[in-house]
């Protein structure tokens, strides 16, 4: 138990250690941060960046979230990570937008040479022998993502937004290394005479480099000491000396420390020698004068020393000569090219917002201040372009444009015909195909926004503003014919119908009062007479005839007969016969008058605005105008009297009167429309060349002609004015001052170092030049050197002549020239001061006093050139017209001229400009192109009559050829074997339109003497008479016009009864026959008794029947159709619109063309359409442009040249028009013209200028020549000034050069090129360009320099026309074991290189152990052998064991292998000796015998003994010993003469 106070004491203490726990726990974490972040135990780590997002462009975001980490991978609050190192979580981008895709572009490059595949520490993989035909190999490409407008690159990532990134490495294959080939050595060059040692080379050069991996050139030279070296006595070496040049120091301006060096000594460094040289300089001032180019002359200097031949430096005492060379020169201080500053960027040229969002261009310049002089820095590029965009809305849209139309004009079909017939000439309204054509313009698009006008006018702009195919400017079409009404024949009657058309049915009549009917009633009986037995019997009364007139006039009336006649003679008691008056009647018909009245009209005039009827029916227009409504159309009408003509009106009934008005629709006004007029053709902008006038033009193009009254046309369509303010080009040109005295090296720079002080020899002398304008003001260099590109020299070299120079005076004019060509001309100088008396001064070899030249001469010689141009008709000086004009076709063919080019020269032969020989250049000579001639055929002949007097015929009429086509005239259509062309229609005749009219028949006439009527049998007569039914009159016609087959009988049997004899009636028609002829059905007709007989004999039959049979008496009937007929025109059109009919007849089943009646009777049914339309397509020629302009020709000089102008088809030919010509394209040669050229000479000589060997300057002089561009042409030199301004600077005139002194080593000229190789894999080429090589190597003159030896140089180049080569080794025959063995190319050039090292053959043999055996050799195959008379013994491993003399070749028993041949003869002799016993092998059952085994393995033993003690005794060492080859061991075979 604890006490109170220490309990007290206790929870005071926890409560304390509570707090104190309390407050570590919140101090221990803060301090472990700090900690943490003192130990660096918090990192950063950013995320991936995120898309680009913003506005299109560079001005895009990316951003990307940060985390802070522990080292241990928790992530923990930002805080504890140190905030100054923290990643930037934004960063600025490109947004690729998708209209980047026409800014940016993968740009690759070739694919680089095939090189081998590295290893992995990047070494090439080591060359072996395993490579036969190909290795494999990698090659590269650069690729980049570039900006197309300035070739910048950008990051890859934008043009990965629009394609893949392309690779930039693929696998290829390589041709095994091939090693440089080089030629065979020279010989050896001739060792010099005179002690010391002497040296010897000889070279080679490269014939091909070394390709894919091969061995690298060897050494091309090799030198050697010559044989018998004279030791030269001591001190009286054989030394020769020469004076060498340095180069040329920088050009210098003298500097005070310079100027300082007066009166010092300077050691000669050049000098083994301690001699020493003394320079001495003076103060000096520049010659500087005022000069807008600020030109400075220096000084330049170079060393001189003397060098011995074995290239050590000798005393210059022991190299002096008379001249000594010289050491300083004057020379122009270089100065760079000075520009201006750039001018500001010019705008954007994009001025609105287009479509594709491509950018424009901006520009800046700056201009030449001073050029560069003295070899400075040329100037850099003046110009500087880049791309520009103008983001956001601030840009209008760009305007598009697109092809508008006019509305067609009207048809015209006199062009077609015109083509058809050059004579054609209107003669009537015309009518069918035409051609119509309207114009063609490109115009600003409108949006559809502000497109709210049905029609809109557009400005035409420039055609090249509009793409795509323009719409067509012409097309056929068509004016509809005017064609008369063709109506058919009437059909048949149909069924009656009821007049109440709501009761179909009818209904039945009702019986009603007969006062109701207005006329009396039929009546109801009627008298008759039956005859009996001896009555007279009269026939019934035939049908009334037609009326003999149509109409009754004053003197006579229309009448009509009926007649009936007497059947039987009445009997006593019976009933007369009535008298012959009775037998017929007469009657009055068409009683009406001839004369009548009757009503025509005029046709109807125009439609005519009614303004009554026009206001209430008035429509509205686009244009807010009253144009279209209803109108009024009139015509006359006239009481006309037949056969006497126009009476008064009131004869005429009214009730008849036609009308004469109707109304009608007016057509629509319509205004003439037309464009605005286009923009002003700009006046240039800039400056022009002389005192030009320049016009400008607009244009405006009617696109809707005026129709029907409305608003006529403008007059003017084009306007033409002036351009104001067109400067005139000021003339620039260059103004060079007078020369400046010549400028020597100063006075104390040239004692100082060549210790003189005359003031002469070489300077130099310059001149101001300043750029002046036509008025002669100055003005920038710019302005002279943008019309002459370069500038006068400001620097010319200049000489002062020493006292010991030759002077003379200036050259003289040139004498003038006769007249003859053969003269020269001539110009003198003197000598001049002490000169005169000089000697070497006299020497007109060298100081020359009189210069002679040919004069000009003005004979020039042409030659003609080319062949000769196609036949160029002169051409048409019309007026420039836009669109398309059908009329007023250029001229095809006639007279025109054809030319020939000449070639001028003068009599040397140098070609000169053709105006010399010819004023236009070309021999001209007249031609005819002759024209085309159409095929030419006849008018159509009339239609000739239907081939069918009875139903359908045939209709022809036809066109014969007149004149073939020729010269590409339109072809003719198919003609026949006549030369013709038919065209047939159907036709159709009326069956019953020509028919057979009869008259009754005559009282039968008895054939007896008596005159009193006798009853019995007789004859009567009738007339019959041909007439047309068509005609009213009924006239009668030819009788062959109707058909004879059916021609009525005119005279017929007949018989009078007698009194007691049965009369009958005439027999009735027979019943008809059913359609479908059923030869069961029959058919009847009847007859009736008339009177009775007296006596009980039976009448006649009263009927008859006869079976209904086909095509005899019962007949079908059925439509026939024809085929449908060409394509008919109106008689006014040639082509166009047509109808093509077919005709419809009744046709009976026997074939006889019927009466249309008999189809119509059955109700057959029609066919529906009898015509259809059709097209006759328009003969169209072929419609060509006028020709161009003739182009530049194709060479500026020289021969070869062609002008060239085209053509184009605007109409192809249609139908059979004339074809287009083949030539579309005309070509003439040009005038040759001569071809001035500047031409380098050769290099010069190295020049020293007083020097033997070392540095020095060539030379080479262009010079001017002219030639006719052929290559086969020599060129002649002429003047300079022919060829203008030089192009050349003076760094491709003059180049530094060196000429080696004795002793020193120095490069060989460059050897030849070799011959064109290709390479090539198993003789086949897989490239097309080879290569060829050259190589200059290095010359030892002493071995003390041969360390400061240039390096060989080898040079390749492509060629074309390249070889397969293949390089072999070949080999000499052996000699002692030895040969030679080279490499020889496939043309027999010995080479080194080339050949595959691994399979060189070998060139010295040996054998493996060597051949030590007593007559022992080494073969060719390598393994030893005996000498001639030994055979070899073999050891069971295939070496030699020794040699054994061969016994007598006299026994041929003896069987020996041995390795120089089988079964060779052993000697007799010994044969003879031992032939007592033999030696065998084997045992009679074929096994090897015991004694055998043992004598082997003894010879065994001893061999190994005695190549131990041979090795023991000898000690040499192990040869190396590569397997021999596998051979059988030797095999004795002995018949027991011979003991082994």
Not at 18 to 33: D, T, V
Not at 381 to 404: F, M, N, T
Not at 828 to 844: H, I, N, V, Y
Not at 899 to 926: H, L, M, T
Request: net charge neutral; glycine share 6%; charged share 20%.
């Amino acid at each position: 138990m604890f006490p109170k106070d220490n309990l007290a004491v206790t929870c005071w203490v926890w409560w304390s250690m509570r707090k104190l726990f309390l407050l570590l726990s919140l101090l221990l974490p803060h301090a472990a941060h700090l900690e943490g972040k003192r130990d660096n135990q918090f990192i950063w780590k950013p995320g991936p960046w995120g898309r680009c997002t913003g506005d299109c462009g560079p001005g895009g975001v990316q951003s990307r979230a940060v985390w802070c980490f522990h080292v241990e991978g928790w992530t923990s609050h930002l805080s504890n990570c140190d905030e100054s190192s923290r990643p930037p979580t934004e960063r600025s981008c490109f947004r690729v937008c998708d209209w980047h895709s026409d800014l940016f572009q993968w740009e690759v490059s070739d694919w680089h040479h095939c090189v081998l595949v590295p290893f992995a520490q990047g070494e090439v993989k080591p060359r072996t022998s395993e490579c036969v035909t190909a290795q494999h190999g990698l090659q590269h490409r650069t690729v980049h993502c570039l900006q197309k407008l300035n070739r910048t690159m950008v990051a890859s990532d934008i043009c990965e937004h629009f394609a893949p990134q392309p690779p930039t490495e693929q696998a290829c294959l390589i041709p095994c290394p091939r090693d440089c080939v080089v030629s065979e050595f020279s010989p050896w060059s001739k060792c010099s005479k005179g002690c010391g040692k002497k040296l010897q080379h000889r070279t080679r050069a490269a014939i091909a480099p070394p390709l894919y991996g091969g061995v690298q050139c060897p050494n091309l030279t090799e030198s050697r000491a010559c044989d018998v070296p004279i030791s030269c006595p001591l001190g009286e070496e054989d030394y020769t000396f020469s004076l060498k040049v340095g180069p040329w120091s920088k050009c210098r301006l003298p500097h005070l420390k310079e100027i300082s060096l007066s009166e010092r000594t300077v050691l000669d460094f050049s000098s083994d020698s301690n001699e020493q040289v003394t320079f001495r300089h003076q103060s000096y001032k520049a010659h500087q004068h005022s000069q807008p180019w600020d030109i400075e002359i220096g000084y330049q200097t170079r060393q001189v020393w003397c060098a011995r031949s074995d290239g050590k430096n000798a005393l210059l005492s022991l190299c002096m000569q008379d001249s000594f060379p010289l050491t300083v020169q004057p020379c122009l201080m270089p100065k760079d090219c000075e520009t201006s500053e750039w001018s500001s960027w010019s705008p954007c040229s994009k001025t609105c917002r287009s479509g594709n969002l491509s950018p424009g261009f901006r520009s800046r310049s700056r201009k030449v201040k001073h050029i560069a002089i003295g070899g400075g820095k040329e100037c850099p590029e003046l110009l500087e372009k880049e791309a520009c965009i103008v983001e956001g809305d601030l840009l209008q849209p760009c305007p598009r444009y697109s092809w508008r139309t006019s509305e067609w004009k009207e048809c015209q079909v006199s062009p077609l015909l015109e083509q058809q017939d050059p004579h054609w000439h209107v003669t009537g309204p015309v009518c069918g195909g035409g051609i119509q054509t309207r114009e063609v313009y490109c115009a600003q698009s409108t949006p559809a926004a502000t497109a709210q006008r049905a029609k809109e006018v557009f400005r035409p702009v420039e055609n090249a503003l509009c793409s795509g195919p323009a719409p067509t400017a012409s097309q056929l079409c068509s004016v509809p014919c005017s064609t008369d009404c063709i109506v058919s024949s009437w059909s048949a009657w149909g069924l009656c119908l009821h007049e109440n058309c709501r009761d179909p049915q009818g209904r039945k009549g009702e019986n009603v009062a007969g006062s109701l009917c207005p006329i009396p009633p039929p009546p109801e009986r009627m008298a008759c007479e039956i005859p009996c037995r001896m009555d007279c019997v009269v026939s019934e009364w035939t049908v009334w005839s037609s009326c003999s007139q149509s109409c009754s006039n004053k003197n006579s009336d229309g009448k009509q007969t009926r007649s009936r006649s007497i059947l039987a003679l009445a009997g006593e008691g019976g009933k007369p016969c009535p008298p012959s008056q009775a037998l017929q009647e007469y009657r009055v018909c068409n009683d009406h008058p001839c004369m009548q009245l009757y009503w025509e009209t005029s046709p109807w005039g125009p439609c005519l605005e009614n303004t009554l009827v026009t206001a209430l029916n008035a429509t509205v227009g686009w244009n807010g105008e009253a144009t279209c409504g209803v109108g009024i159309q009139t015509r006359r009408v006239f009481c006309v009297k037949s056969h006497v003509g126009q009476v008064m009106t009131k004869r005429c009934p009214d009730s008849t009167r036609p009308e004469t008005v109707r109304p009608c629709f007016l057509s629509c006004k319509k205004d003439c429309i037309v464009t605005a007029f286009s923009e002003w053709t700009p006046c240039p902008r800039l400056c022009q060349p002389g005192n030009t006038t320049i016009k400008q033009s607009r244009y405006r193009i009617i696109i809707q002609e005026a129709a029907n009254g409305g608003q006529e046309c403008p007059d003017t369509l084009y306007e033409e004015r002036e351009c104001e303010d067109v400067s005139l080009c000021p003339i620039y040109r260059w103004k060079p001052q007078k020369w400046s005295p010549c400028i020597l090296v100063p006075e104390s720079v040239r004692q100082g170092i060549m210790g003189t002080s005359e003031a002469c020899g070489k300077g130099l002398q310059t001149r101001a030049v300043s750029c002046i304008s036509d008025d002669n003001q100055s003005e920038e260099i710019m302005e002279c050197l943008k019309q002459t590109h370069s500038m006068p020299p400001l620097v010319q070299e200049c000489t002062v002549p020493c006292r010991e120079d030759c002077t003379f005076t200036t050259w003289s004019k040139f004498t003038p020239c006769s007249r003859n060509c053969e003269a020269t001309q001539s110009r003198r100088r003197q000598l001049t001061g002490k000169s005169r008396k000089k000697e070497k001064c006299q020497d007109a070899h060298l100081y020359p006093l009189v210069e002679a030249e040919l004069c000009p001469c003005d004979v020039f010689i042409s030659q003609p050139y080319g062949n000769w141009s196609d036949c160029i008709l002169p051409e048409d000086k019309r007026e420039p017209h836009r669109g398309l004009r059908i009329h007023g076709e250029s001229k095809e063919c006639g007279e025109g001229m054809r030319f020939q080019a000449i070639a001028c020269s003068d009599k040397n032969g140098r070609p000169v400009d053709p105006s010399y020989c010819s004023s236009s250049g070309y021999i001209q000579e007249e031609c005819v192109i002759p024209c085309p001639f159409d095929c030419k055929l006849s008018d159509w002949s009339s239609w000739g009559s239907c081939s069918s007097s009875c139903g359908i015929g045939v209709r022809i009429r036809s066109k014969w050829l007149k004149e073939k086509p020729y010269n590409g005239g339109r072809p003719c259509p198919k003609l026949d074997l006549k030369n013709q062309v038919h065209e047939a229609v159907p036709c159709y005749s009326e069956c019953n339109q020509y028919s057979w009219v009869v008259e009754n028949w005559s009282p039968c006439k008895i054939n007896n003497e008596l005159r009193s009527p006798r009853c019995g049998r007789g004859t009567q007569t009738r007339k019959i008479r041909c007439v047309n039914t068509a005609d009213s009159e009924g006239g009668a016609v030819d009788s062959t016009l109707c058909n004879r087959d059916e021609t009525p009988l005119e005279t017929q049997p007949c018989s009078l009864l007698c009194p007691s004899e049965c009369v009958m009636s005439e027999w009735g028609t027979w019943n008809k026959c059913p359609q479908s002829c059923d030869p069961h059905t029959m058919q009847r007709r009847t007859r009736h008794l008339l009177r009775p007989s007296l006596s009980s004999r039976t009448c006649a039959e009263d009927s008859q029947v006869r079976p209904c049979l086909l095509n005899e008496n019962c007949f079908q009937f059925q439509y026939n159709l024809t085929e449908w007929s060409t394509c008919q025109l109106s008689e006014n059109a040639s082509c166009g619109q047509g109808v093509r009919t077919r005709l419809l007849s009744c046709v009976r089943s026997d074939g006889k063309p019927v009466s249309m009646d008999h189809c119509e009777q059955i109700n057959l049914e029609k066919p529906q359409r009898m015509s259809i339309p059709c097209l006759v397509e328009c003969v169209v020629n072929c419609q060509l442009s006028v020709w161009t302009a003739w182009t530049e020709c194709s060479q500026t000089c020289g021969q070869g040249g062609r002008m060239s102008r085209t053509r184009f088809i605007i109409m192809p030919t249609q139908g059979e028009g004339r074809p287009c010509p083949t030539q579309l394209t005309q070509q003439k040669t040009c005038p040759v013209t001569p071809c001035y050229s500047w031409v380098l000479g050769n290099w010069s000589a190295c020049k020293l200028e007083g020097g033997d060997c070392g540095e020095g300057i060539q030379v080479r002089s262009p010079s001017c020549v002219v030639h006719n561009g052929s290559i086969s042409h020599l060129s002649i030199h002429v003047e300079d000034s022919l060829c203008g301004e030089m192009p050349f600077q003076d760094s491709i005139l003059k180049q530094p050069c060196s000429v080696p002194c004795p002793g020193d080593c120095h490069l060989t000229a460059w050897s030849e090129w070799s011959a064109c190789e290709l390479t090539c894999i198993d003789g086949r080429s897989f490239e097309t360009t080879g290569r060829q090589s050259r190589s200059r190597t290095f010359i030892i003159q002493s071995f003390e320099n041969q360390d400061t030896c240039p390096q060989q140089v080898l040079e390749t180049r492509p060629c074309t026309g390249g070889k397969c080569y293949h390089y072999v080794w070949k080999a000499s025959l052996w000699n002692n074991n030895e040969r030679t063995v080279w490499c020889q190319r496939s043309d027999g050039m010995n080479v080194t290189g080339g050949c595959s090292p691994q399979a060189r053959p070998a060139a010295i043999r040996q054998c493996i152990p060597a051949c030590r055996k007593p007559f022992s050799y080494c073969t060719q195959g390598g393994v030893c052998g005996c000498e001639k008379g030994y055979t070899e013994i073999m050891r069971s491993n295939g070496f030699l064991d020794y040699c054994m003399k061969v016994p007598g070749s006299e026994d041929k028993k003896a069987d020996v292998k041995n390795l120089s041949g089988k079964n060779r003869p052993v000697n007799s002799k010994i044969h003879d000796i031992f032939k007592g016993w033999s030696l065998q092998l084997l045992d009679p059952d074929g096994r090897v015998k015991i004694w055998v085994y043992g004598v082997s393995g003894g010879g065994f033993l001893i061999m190994i003994f005695l190549i131990f003690t041979s090795y023991l005794v000898c000690k040499k060492p192990k040869p190396h010993q590569s397997t021999p080859p596998h051979q059988k061991p030797l095999t004795l075979a002995y018949d027991g003469d011979l003991d082994m």
